[in-house]
């Protein structure tokens, strides 16, 4: 196989880079990432070096850059991770996630068209069904009705890459998966911010009644899935990946706080995230019935598997909070879009 993955630095492409090497050690793999805040190569330690892995640190907002990589790689598949990922940045400074959602997208898609590939995995999100009601669950016709900047530059995306199938019969797959958690994963995200700010007796903020449903899906799951669309997804089709676990947001982190033997008086309600989405609901029935897939990882036993992976990477956590995070920002966000990103990390980092 002979892999591009974009965006393979960050939380998720790095679990499936490492899966990918696990299962075939000869994959030939080059990791597209700019290195972004979110982007880290410690979370490839573990298959740096080997001949058959290349790193190139260069930007999807880069068309220049993205056509060389692409040209001097000649990808039979793609798989496309690199995003904005996270929806309180889409909101304080939506411009980044825009460039990098759409018009990055649009950039690889570009670059991929005129060189050929076999397979172009789009990675993306169930929040393009936006919120839905109690009992209905979306499955892959469900109505795109983004909610925030983030999903809808993923909705964007999804729907421009469907289009070069149609028009250019580029064999473009869309994956839409559910919350993902697991190690990793840059503490600004609920299940790892709450991990994280327990772990250091830091209140654990609660955006509105808490009463919010999302279904939890363990990162190591979410790349099996991706691996057999890779190996028997049908181009044009679009399948969802869901963890089968649905819960409110409060009831994950009265979890957290009993796994980690902290007090509820941690717990903080906070101001509301603006035009928060109340419950995502997705049905994985046809990715199960095509490939055989399913979630094999239950949620207490992935929550402590990524509890005792926090407690043992603390300094991972220190770091990834630190440095990186600072400089990008100062690099790429205007002085206002610093300043209300600083407003928003204090509410969620008192
Ligand atoms: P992440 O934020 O951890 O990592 C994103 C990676 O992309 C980083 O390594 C970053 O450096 C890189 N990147 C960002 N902008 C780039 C650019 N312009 N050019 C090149 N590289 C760039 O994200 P994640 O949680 O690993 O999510 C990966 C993908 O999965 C995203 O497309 C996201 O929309 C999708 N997804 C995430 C979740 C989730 O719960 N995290 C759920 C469903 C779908
Ligand atoms: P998040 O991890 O940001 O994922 P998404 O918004 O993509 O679903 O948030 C998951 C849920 O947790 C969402 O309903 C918002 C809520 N949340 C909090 O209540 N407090 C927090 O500090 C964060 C980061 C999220």
């Not at 080059?30 to 080997?50: H, I, K, P, Q």
């Not at 499955?139 to 028009?167: H, I, Q, V």
């Not at 897939?293 to 909070?321: K, S």
Request: charged share 25%; net charge negative.
């Amino acid at each position: 196989m002979r892999l591009l993955v974009t965006g393979g630095a960050g939380f998720i492409g790095s679990a499936f880079i490492r899966l990918v090497l696990a299962r075939d050690p000869s994959a030939e793999i080059l990791n597209f990432d700019a290195l972004t805040y979110a982007g880290n190569l410690e979370n490839l330690e573990s298959v740096a070096g080997r001949d058959n892995y290349r790193f190139v640190k260069a930007n999807l907002c880069d068309a220049e850059a993205t056509e060389r990589a692409v040209a001097g790689f000649l990808p039979e598949t793609v798989v496309h991770f690199a995003a904005e990922s996270h929806v309180d940045r889409s909101i304080f400074a939506p411009k980044p996630v825009v460039d990098t959602n759409v018009t990055g997208a649009f950039h690889l898609l570009e670059a991929v068209r005129r060189h050929g590939v076999e397979r172009f995995i789009q990675v993306s999100t169930d929040e393009v069904y936006g919120s839905i009601d109690s009992p209905d669950e979306a499955d892959e016709n469900f109505p795109l009705r983004p909610s925030s900047p983030y999903s809808a530059s993923k909705a964007g995306a999804d729907l421009l890459a469907l289009s070069y199938l149609t028009t250019y019969k580029l064999p473009v797959i869309v994956t839409r998966a559910s919350n993902n958690y697991g190690p990793y994963q840059f503490p600004e995200k609920l299940i790892p911010l709450m991990i994280a700010n327990a772990l250091e007796n830091m209140p654990l903020p609660i955006y509105g009644d808490g009463q919010q449903v999302r279904d939890w899906l363990h990162v190591d799951d979410h790349c099996r899935a991706i691996l057999s669309l890779v190996r028997k997804g049908r181009p044009g089709e679009v399948y969802n990946i869901g963890g089968n676990c649905a819960l409110p947001n409060l009831e994950v982190v009265r979890r957290i706080l009993a796994a980690t033997g902290k007090p509820e008086s941690l717990l903080q309600t906070v101001e509301d995230r603006l035009g928060h989405d109340r419950r995502y609901a997705l049905t994985s029935a046809k990715l199960e019935a095509e490939t055989g897939w399913t979630p094999e990882i239950e949620f207490d036993q992935g929550l402590e598997q990524t509890i005792d992976w926090y407690c043992a990477n603390t300094e991972w956590v220190e770091r990834v909070r630190s440095g990186a995070y600072r400089e990008y920002y100062e690099a790429n966000y205007s002085r206002r879009e610093q300043q209300l990103d600083r407003l928003s990390m204090a509410r969620v980092k008192p």
